[in-house]
């Protein structure tokens, strides 16, 4: 446990030297996130919330309703980014020094998604939880609800950041993989336009990102109150993603190490 310990700190040490080295990188973390909210914020206005079918959606918590949309979409879009940055590492050849040292491989992975997580949506946390306290009156908050809901969302972020690590790291070419999963995620998941809206197309790639699970339970537990019993399906589905995307981390791990020693390439795909 001691060294898998010290492999997740040194990691977490090297990825903040890396990425986090001068106070202006967490203006620009906040001002992209910032302006996109700005502008969804400002093409809903155009609209009579008042009017709208949309489940717990009013002109009085429109606000706090896509903030906390993207307050999680910070969270995953930190990691689909710090996993794009972290495949230059097999480019840059420091990818191979950690596979020719006894290091544990899951513990560098978990490293730079923890990392990568608190470090990016540190400011954007804070802006979110202001404009919170500032809308207090249109919240419906259930304590033990949130908490759940908080480690969960969690789990299921840094299971996400582990995975595309894993997958971004051992491809020839992970560019395409960054198209896919950066914007489409923010489209596909409800960040904006909620999914009970979508065509039937569009709910079906919905389904195939955490993060829209993720936004669903934030939304509910801090606009409607619901309690453990009302959200007790996403804490399946989010336990069972998180199951499996460890599962596939640990497949995907092996594999390489057994392509490894095969080829002598870590380049799996």
């Not at 990818?95 to 949506?121: D, K, M, Q």
């Not at 923010?186 to 009970?196: R, W």
């Not at 020693?261 to 795909?269: A, K, P």
């Amino acid at each position: 446990m001691r060294p898998f310990i010290k492999a997740l700190a040194a990691e977490m040490i090297k990825q903040h030297k890396n990425y986090f080295h001068s106070k202006m990188i967490y203006v620009s973390l906040f001002v992209w996130p910032f302006l996109n909210f700005i502008t969804t914020y400002y093409s809903f206005k155009v609209f009579d919330i008042g009017k709208s079918k949309i489940a717990y959606i009013t002109a009085e918590n429109m606000v706090v309703y896509l903030l906390l949309g993207y307050m999680c979409m910070s969270f995953f879009r930190s990691l689909v980014q710090s996993a794009w940055n972290f495949s230059f590492e097999r480019i840059s050849g420091t990818l191979e020094l950690i596979y020719l040292s006894p290091v544990n491989r899951a513990a560098v992975l978990l490293g730079n998604a923890v990392s990568s997580l608190f470090e990016s949506v540190f400011v954007m946390l804070i802006f979110s939880l202001l404009v919170i306290v500032m809308k207090v009156e249109v919240l419906i908050i259930k304590i033990l609800p949130c908490i759940t809901v908080f480690f969960i969302v969690t789990a299921m972020a840094v299971a996400w950041g582990m995975f595309l690590n894993s997958l971004f790291l051992f491809s020839r070419d992970s560019d395409f993989l960054f198209t896919i999963l950066e914007e489409p995620m923010e489209i596909f998941s409800g960040v904006k336009v909620p999914t009970a809206l979508f065509p039937l197309w569009a709910k079906a790639i919905s389904i195939i990102f955490p993060l829209t699970y993720a936004i669903e339970a934030v939304r509910r537990v801090v606009l409607t109150g619901s309690s453990l019993y009302e959200i007790r399906e996403f804490a399946v589905i989010g336990i069972g993603i998180t199951v499996v995307l460890f599962a596939l981390i640990s497949v995907i791990i092996k594999r390489v190490e057994s392509h490894m020693r095969i080829t002598g390439n870590i380049t799996l795909f």
